[in-house]
């Protein structure tokens, strides 16, 4: 990851969102972006040039913008007409940004097109997240890594974010995938944690 | 020779985005956007697709290295995406729930600016009292313009243009739903039916509610009052603005809710898929939902 003083940046065309420059940098915000917000926490997958990612949940590219910048091709999915459209804005600027308009909870639209990956991103705030991660763990190489943006608010606001937190991890062992770490994301984003998770 | 050969040709078959292999052969599709896109098409939910393998697409020759081939899905994938959004809007027309909230969004601001209009009148002429018969809309803006300030007369000017505008935009709502909720706008017309759609969140979702849920559309605080609660629930939401509905006596009104709301769910539901209008149905439903309003 490439850091000027205490910022961090990625290497690539400016002007994707308004995003400030800094010696021909790209700012990447931990405030805008959550996977910013893990870098910044100290923790997280180094992303290298090489990498091929998914990411489930791309919106409106903003991420998924920087992600490009430092990974050899991101298959970026994301279901909403809306966001897809500035999804495409994005892609047309970056070559190794590969638009899928589908529901990441059926993965079989997009086999034809996602080759195995080395890193999965997934940031889609629904409450069966959990599921959509574990449907989406067969595009993964085998020592890949996964990581997981969980929204506790999003499966059950009645309950403790650590509780639910807890529940995911346990849901997600039980469908074959472990969890390394959970980091919670405050103070950039206060009751979202980020599993870091592999296949068992 | 292997009995399994010729008897299980399909589990030989692979098919990639890009070339079909049979046994050691492979067909190459040219490269085409279009056709690619049409084939990725094809192949979602296609049990013999296939995890793409650019190495071997480099050893058929359908590319010769990995850069290209990055570059033909890239170019391919932003087609495809184009074209599914497309797609999207072809059926689930956006324009028109956008045009509707638009509609109700002038509405609010000129009942606002019509509000602050008169206080600021009032404020200059204290003879005038909203509790005695004062006059309503155009015949009231006229009365303030007389001998009130220059700004408050610019202001109205603007209320009047924002009135003609609205009246445009809602017949152009109407002659929209017309076309693309045919029988929906029959059975309750064309603002109605098009207000629904923006309260469902499209015309699909609409296409997908049972006539219960289309009852109390636009009634949310009142059903969830009556979820959470020991209210009594609501009889009516959106549905209420159908002359039918408000115009029957209170007691009937609930039952003319609950007919028309069956009768829009069958009617979006034809509009969603068949996207024509169903002469024969409307005219029983309408028939169905004036017989509700009847006393028995």
Redesign the interface.
């Known amino acids: 990851m490439i850091w000027i003083g205490d910022q961090l940046v990625s290497e690539g065309p400016g002007g994707v969102y308004g995003e400030r420059m800094i010696q021909g940098y790209r700012l990447w915000n931990p405030r805008r972006s959550k996977l910013a917000a893990l870098y910044h926490l100290g923790k997280g997958i180094d992303l290298e040039s090489h990498h091929r990612v998914l990411y489930l949940g791309a919106a409106n590219g903003t991420t998924v913008s920087h992600v490009a910048d430092y990974v050899e091709?991101v298959y970026a999915v994301e279901p909403a007409?809306r966001p897809?459209?500035d999804?495409?804005v994005v892609?047309?600027q970056r070559?190794?940004?590969?638009?899928?308009?589908a529901d990441a909870r059926r993965p079989?639209?997009y086999?034809?097109?996602?080759?195995?990956v080395d890193i999965i991103y997934q940031d889609v705030a629904q409450p069966d997240q959990a599921e959509i991660l574990s449907v989406n763990s067969r595009?993964l190489v085998s020592d890949g890594f996964m990581v997981f943006m969980l929204k506790p608010r999003s499966i059950d606001v009645t309950r403790t974010p650590a509780h639910v937190a807890e529940e995911v991890i346990n849901e997600l062992s039980t469908r074959g995938i472990r969890t390394e770490e959970c980091v919670w994301l405050s103070p950039y984003y206060p009751d979202h944690a980020a599993l870091i998770c592999k296949i068992s | 020779m292997n009995p399994n050969e010729g008897s299980y040709p399909l589990l030989l078959m692979k098919s990639y985005w890009f070339l079909d292999r049979e046994g050691g052969t492979c067909h190459a599709l040219p490269h085409d956007q279009r056709i690619l896109a049409e084939r990725i098409k094809q192949l979602e939910g296609d049990k013999t697709a296939e995890t793409p393998d650019w190495e071997y697409a480099v050893k058929c020759g359908f590319v010769k290295n990995r850069g290209e081939y990055l570059d033909l899905l890239h170019a391919t994938a932003l087609f495809l995406a184009a074209d599914r959004i497309d797609e999207e809007s072809k059926v689930d027309h956006p324009e028109l729930i956008l045009m509707v909230k638009m509609l109700d969004e002038i509405d609010t601001v000129i009942n606002l600016l019509s509000e602050r209009s008169v206080e600021w009148y009032r404020a200059l002429n204290p003879e005038f009292s909203r509790k005695s018969e004062i006059p309503r809309g155009r015949k009231l803006r006229d009365l303030m313009r007389d001998g009130s300030d220059e700004a408050l007369g610019e202001i109205l000017d603007e209320i009047e243009q924002l009135t003609k505008r609205r009246s445009t935009l809602s017949g152009k709502v109407s002659a929209k739903a017309a076309e693309f909720l045919p029988n929906c706008s029959a059975l309750a017309g064309g603002l109605v039916a098009a207000r629904l759609a923006a309260e469902a969140g499209g015309i699909r979702a609409l296409a997908l509610m049972p006539g219960s849920a289309i009852q109390v559309l636009g009634a949310r605080n009142a059903l969830f009052c009556h979820l959470s609660t020991a209210s009594p629930p609501p009889k009516h939401g959106l549905v209420y603005q159908y002359r039918g509905v408000h115009g029957s006596r209170k007691e009937r009104r609930g039952k003319v809710a609950r007919v028309l709301a069956a009768k829009l769910a069958i009617a979006a539901k034809i509009d969603y898929y068949r996207g024509e209008s169903d002469p024969v149905f409307i005219e029983k439903a309408q028939e169905t939902i004036l017989n509700a309003g009847r006393s028995p």
């Open positions: 091709v007409p897809m459209q999804l495409i892609a047309r070559k190794n940004i590969i638009p899928i308009m079989e639209r086999i034809p097109l996602v080759e195995k595009f």
